[in-house]
Nanobody, 115 residues
């Protein structure tokens, strides 16, 4: 079992920045895959960025150059640094971990980009 707790969401103006955190209940050193997803109202949940235990990263096109995913094994935490935020980035952001074929999700954190 892995519990994931996201934090760091909030209200930010267009062009601003936020850093989301995903704290895991166990060591993430051996978690092969962690990802950030988002779900806007009326839309399906979609991948934003992912990182492997070997620190390989993957980003969807609409966040490339603006968002950075990272993980700190010592703190059992994954991060999503979001810069140059746009109103269309407004969504609930979820952390996902895949461990031995099982999928775990956090409860989500709301990000609202608005002036």
């Amino acid at each position: 079992q892995v519990q994931l707790v996201e934090s760091g969401g909030g209200l930010v103006q267009p062009g601003g920045s936020l850093r989301l955190s995903c704290a895991a209940s166990k060591s993430i050193f051996t978690i092969p895959y962690m990802g950030w997803y988002r779900q806007a109202p009326g839309k399906q949940r979609e991948l934003v960025a992912a990182i492997t235990s070997g620190d390989s990263t993957n980003y969807v096109d609409f966040v490339k150059g603006r968002f950075t995913i990272s993980r700190d094994n010592a703190k059992n935490t994954a991060y999503l640094q979001m810069n140059s935020l746009k109103p269309e980035d407004t969504a609930v952001y979820y952390c996902k971990a895949v461990v031995v074929g099982r999928v775990y999700w956090g409860q989500g954190t709301q990000v609202t980009v608005s002036s």
